[in-house]
């Protein structure tokens, strides 16, 4: 239920049921399916913008699967809290969270998660002005997403290089990459679900946003 309220954009919703799935686990003692329901908490509270709040919930988190011994759980954790340090604005922190990280996944050999840190790297990368570093990082997530096979990862890195080439008024080639963004997510790959729709940044809709964003 917590899960499908998370999917339809009830986060409201879903946090009430998470919490209650936490203490339902709390009561049983589970400590692997405990973090797991910490962690669920800690994702709705970061999708409702929550980040204050969201942080010591990570903090929380990591802290139980670095002791379960979840790699997984740490490397996605890691990745998490750089998403957070990022939306309060600390670029330094975000970036020292999304190298530990990529660092977790390697270990892991976790191609999908490998090519989700990358892209995420590069997307701090421009944040931070390098605009370089950020074309190399998206090529290899891309490259990696293809390796595995995840074409949902490929789209939402082609729709981050269309961003940057915006930011940097090269309107033409923004719009051959979000159109190819576009094209990708219908041809290939499931609707996005509200959730995945709030939580990506900025998935162009139509080959046409990056360009109206430059004429605002």
Not at 35 to 54: D, H, I, P, Q
């Amino acid at each position: 239920m917590a899960v499908n309220a998370r999917n339809r954009g009830e986060l409201a919703v879903a946090s009430l049921l998470f919490e209650r799935c936490v203490a339902i686990w709390k009561d049983l003692g589970d400590s692997a399916d405990i973090a797991r329901a910490v962690s669920n908490l800690a994702n709705v509270t970061k999708l409702k913008g929550e980040y204050a709040r969201a942080s010591p919930i990570y903090d929380e988190c990591l802290t139980m699967f670095r002791k379960a011994g979840d790699g997984a759980g740490v490397a996605w954790t890691l990745n998490y809290q750089g998403d957070v340090a990022r939306e309060k604005a600390d670029l330094v922190a975000a970036r020292s969270f999304c190298e530990q990280s990529l660092a977790a996944f390697r270990e892991l050999r976790d191609g999908w998660g490998i090519a989700s840190a990358l892209c995420d790297l590069a997307s701090l990368s421009g944040d931070l002005g390098n605009d370089a570093a950020a074309r190399r990082l998206y090529g290899e997530s891309i490259q990696m997403f293809l390796d595995v096979g995840h074409k949902r990862g490929i789209a939402r890195a082609l729709e981050c290089l269309a961003l940057s080439a915006a930011a940097q008024s090269n309107a033409e080639q923004s719009l051959r990459l979000a159109g190819a963004a576009a094209a990708l997510r219908q041809r290939l790959c499931p609707p996005l679900t509200p959730t995945d729709n709030q939580g990506w940044r900025r998935p162009w809709n139509s080959p046409a946003e990056p360009l109206a964003m430059l004429q605002v």
